[in-house]
């Protein structure tokens, strides 16, 4: 398989992950909103506000990522590169996800779901930065 091709096989490999992470989550904020009879807003149930907010973040972060990684398979990026960044921000999904999911969580799954998550975020934004200026440099 060529690399540009493996490249985005990769994307497309995370990309499904997380979309399986947000299917989690709105499966479970469903499950809560039945147990507690609540059908627009959270009904001032806490675990619903917890979870709700965990869904949202997930919304909030994917996309641009995705948005981003892209770019960089259609660039080249390496195949290695592309699953390194792409596993390490899927995992920090599906641990930040796990968090708001319990209705008790230890801290640790948030801290280290966020870190990963932001940690890939950054070193492909650094990445497409560098790219981007070398390219137009020539």
């Known amino acids: 398989m060529q690399t540009f091709t493996a490249a985005l096989a990769a994307v497309g490999i995370y990309a499904a992950l997380n979309m399986a992470i947000l299917i989690w989550i709105s499966i479970e904020t469903g499950r809560l909103r039945g147990k507690h009879k609540v059908s627009i807003g959270d009904g001032g149930v806490e675990h619903l506000v917890r979870i709700m907010r965990g869904h949202a973040n997930a919304v ?14 259609l660039l080249g990026m ?3 590169a592309a699953h ?15 968090h708001f999911i319990q209705e008790d969580a230890p801290g640790w799954q948030r801290a280290s779901g966020f870190s990963l998550s932001f940690l890939a975020q950054l070193v492909l934004l650094i990445g497409l930065l560098a790219h981007g200026v070398m390219a137009l440099a020539g």
């Not at 909030?60 to 398979?73: D, H, K, Q, R, S």
């Not at 390194?84 to 796990?98: E, S």
Request: hydrophobic share 60%; proline share 6%.
């Open 78 to 80: 390496p195949v290695l």
């Open 84 to 98: 390194v960044l792409g596993a390490a921000f899927t995992i920090g999904r599906g641990l930040h996800a796990w």
């Open 60 to 73: 909030e972060n994917m996309p641009m990522f995705f948005v981003l990684i892209l770019t960089g398979a």
